[in-house]
């Protein structure tokens, strides 16, 4: 059983932590133009929190994490990051929101995004940067964090770049620490 399957106790951090989801959303919201008249995909939607204030469809590998998005009104895929079942559609964009870090093959999940994304679409990689944050998670021996490989910036670039995508920006939001959580926004 992994530990994404108490979908429930996942969701609650949402509530406790409010100001912050907010913040996540708004960083994300503010990379993502029109997003009524666009159609995206949520890479790990978990209980859908992100997906369900956009135009996307939420994939994931938890049924208990898609059941809840679903109540939330999001169209949900059950499916592996590393082969998305999409063949001949396409997205106006493909969203990892904080799940880069929980991926066994993320060069492989970059890669498939490059493949099911509009020519010029957008690709956003929003997640915890290495550094105090990643490590008080870590050492918190989270159920949800214990087994993350937090990485730099400047390798979650790299992915993306080797992978055949164009950064555009990289935007960082302060919480705790500083620059704790980064967003990288990427063309095909």
Avoid: H
Avoid at 111 to 127: D, P, W
């Amino acid at each position: 059983m992994s530990a994404f399957d108490n979908a429930e106790k996942y969701d609650s951090w949402y509530d406790r932590n409010k100001e912050i989801y907010e913040k996540e959303l708004n960083l994300i919201l503010s990379n993502i133009q029109d997003k009524e008249k666009i159609r995206g995909l949520e890479v790990g939607v978990g209980t859908g929190r992100f997906a369900c204030k956009l135009n996307a469809v939420g994939l994931d590998i938890s049924m208990n994490m898609l059941k809840v998005a679903k109540k939330r009104g999001v169209e949900v895929v059950l499916a592996d990051a590393d082969y998305l079942p999409f063949k001949d559609e396409k997205f106006d964009f493909v969203l990892f929101a904080f799940t880069l870090c929980f991926l066994k093959k993320p060069f492989e999940a970059i890669s498939e995004a490059k493949r099911v994304l509009k020519e010029k679409g957008t690709i956003l990689v929003c997640f915890i940067p290495e550094g105090k944050l990643a490590e008080e998670y870590k050492s918190k021996s989270s159920q949800f964090y214990r087994e993350a490989k937090f990485y730099k910036v400047e390798e979650v670039v790299e992915m993306l770049e080797n992978a055949g995508f164009s950064v555009k920006k990289v935007e960082f939001l302060y919480l705790k620490y500083g620059r704790d959580i980064a967003l990288v926004k990427a063309l095909r």
